[in-house]
């Protein structure tokens, strides 16, 4: 059997084993040895499957003490000028620009996304520190005019407390900046519990806030806070009455542990759970720029977004001219290490996550459903890595599916799987597009506006995230990012996402000498 060393990794990267390459850096990025030796919490790359690092874990008791700090941070930076707190998101925009290619590289090592796509989410990092400095200067209020003589009246929002993050491993930083740069401008303090796969990208993204942090200087100690640990962590931001709101990124079964324990003590929830997203295919679509868009969100990131293509509908029209096309690209998309440049499709993040995927194309296929790919590929090169060849299944194959595949296509398997579905009445499409218990992102491809617009409207798409001649994956920072039914509701990002993380007053002023009541009401005492 090869060393470790003689896998893919070890083709580009000659003279050092991946776990030196973790190390510096880390190193670089100013984490201490001691924050990923000898502790409990076994770290490995899915690139190779290798151990990179054993990480300290919190216990229970200095995770209160931590939840305490940071209250008493927020206690503190609540009273910094909102201008000046959003110098403290520049300062870190500023230091994630500088440490892009780093920890780009990291994520590529912890999660195994490509390259490209590793150094994309620290730009969705710098994109919103970028959004939330002009935020910190626009967290107005409305003046509302009062029924009563010389009255005003008019809305002011307060920062809340403690905002409690979790995060899950396939965006593990993106996901953590979207909550802290709009909290922290909006006078609120962190909290943040990262996956359990993904700690030492949450190590790295610590350091190079704490930079920041000194740059700034002068901010309350734990003002940010990075709890690693296991659920019972999460569990205690979840119970904690020191934090009002939780920002909880992760799958439907996560949430639905999650809501119920928030709503019991009246906490607030941004819940960003399952998707199941599709992409209706119209007789008129560019059939070049849809197959880019389903090759990029059905196989990116090995099929684990949440914004992954899941479902394709497509017009029984183009459907014989598509489809081939479509097992063409499956078929010689390059899979293999993610920090080659040429490569597209990475690893699965674990062996789990591997049988999982296994699991729900037998199903598939016991169903009788006709299955392209899915097999694992460069199992000798890595044998405790889990590389796949992206999967497509055929469910329009059937006339009438069996009901084990209808049940398969509406549930969220957090891997390469695209099931296509066939169509011929537009209403039909729409229908089937909204048969599904989540809703996060959606699109059509067509020419047809009258297609387009409904699609758009309130008889069309049910998902928080609906687009037009692009794919599901790969939104913007600048707009509100979530989704309805069993994706949780909640919206993380742009657009006015920080009014969650803020109190809204309204208050009513009286600057005239009598005291007229609302609604005429007259309650004279003399
Ligand atoms: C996720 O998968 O949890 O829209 C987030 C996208 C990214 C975010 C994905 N901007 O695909």
């Known amino acids: 059997m090869p060393p470790p060393t003689r896998n893919l990794y070890a083709s580009h990267e000659q003279n050092m084993t991946i776990k030196h390459e973790v190390e510096a850096l880390l190193t670089r990025l100013g984490v201490p040895v001691t924050a990923y030796t000898g502790g409990d919490l076994t770290t490995r790359t899915p690139i190779t499957g290798e151990i990179i690092a054993h990480v300290p874990t919190i216990n229970a008791a200095d995770a209160t003490q931590a939840i305490a700090q940071a209250h008493a941070a927020f206690l503190e930076w609540r009273t910094v000028p909102a201008p000046k707190r959003g110098e403290l998101i520049r300062l870190l925009g ?21 390259l490209s796509e590793g150094q994309g989410e620290v730009q969705e990092m710098i994109d919103i520190c970028t959004f939330a400095v002009g935020l910190s200067r626009q967290l107005a ?50 909290v943040w519990k990262p996956s359990e796969k993904t700690p030492l990208t949450a190590l790295a993204t610590q350091a190079i806030f704490d930079r920041a942090a000194e740059k700034f200087g002068n901010i309350p100690k734990g003002l940010a806070t990075l709890l690693i640990g296991d659920a019972t962590v999460g569990q205690q931001l979840v119970d904690s009455p020191l934090i009002p709101l939780v920002s909880a990124t ?29 992409a209706i295919v119209a007789p008129t679509a560019d059939l070049d720029l849809t197959l880019r868009a389903i090759a990029f969100s059905a196989m990116g990131t090995a099929g684990q977004r949440c914004t992954t293509l899941r479902r394709l509908i497509v017009h029984d029209s183009i459907y014989d001219q598509l489809i081939p096309q479509l097992k063409k690209v499956y078929g010689s998309v390059v899979i293999g290490d993610p920090g080659e440049p040429n490569t597209l499709v990475g690893p699965l993040i674990d062996e789990r996550s591997f049988n999982v995927m296994q699991k729900a194309l ?12 899915g097999d694992r590929v460069l199992t000798q090169e890595n044998p405790e890595a889990f590389y796949v060849r992206p999967a497509l299944v055929e ?44 809703g996060l992102s959606s699109s059509i491809f067509t020419m047809n506006l009258r297609e387009a617009e409904q699609f758009l409207s309130a008889t069309g798409s049910d998902c928080g995230i609906a687009n037009v001649n692009i794919g599901t994956s790969g939104a913007e920072i600048g707009g509100a990012f979530g989704g309805e039914k069993e994706t949780g509701g909640g919206r993380e990002s742009g657009s006015d996402a920080w009014k969650q993380y803020m109190r809204r007053a309204t208050n009513t002023i009286n600057y005239g000498t009598d005291l007229p009541l609302a609604q005429g009401v007259s309650f004279d005492i003399d």
């Open 94 to 114: 500023e230091e994630l620009r500088a440490e892009l290619p780093t920890l780009g590289r990291l994520v590529t090592i912890e999660t195994g996304k490509i």
């Open 141 to 190: 209020g409305l003046t509302v005019p009062s029924e009563r003589p010389r009255h005003r009246m008019m809305e002011t929002w307060h920062p809340l407390g403690v905002v409690g993050i979790i995060s899950a491993f396939n965006f593990p930083v993106a996901v953590w900046s979207w909550n802290a740069a709009l909290a922290l401008v909006c006078g609120n303090a962190v």
């Open 250 to 278: 992760g799958s439907t079964a996560m949430g639905r542990a999650v809501a119920p324990r928030l709503a019991a003590r009246f906490a607030r929830a941004i819940l960003e759970l399952g998707g199941n997203n599709a």
């Open 362 to 373: 037998a199903e598939a296929r016991t169903a009788g459903a006709t299955i392209t790919g």
């Open 395 to 438: 469910v329009a194959a059937q006339t009438n599916p069996h009901p084990e595949l209808i049940k398969l296509v509406k549930h969220e398997t957090f891997a390469p799987i695209l099931y296509v579905l066939k169509y011929s009445d537009f209403h039909d499409a729409l229908r089937l597009h909204n048969d599904v218990p989540q």
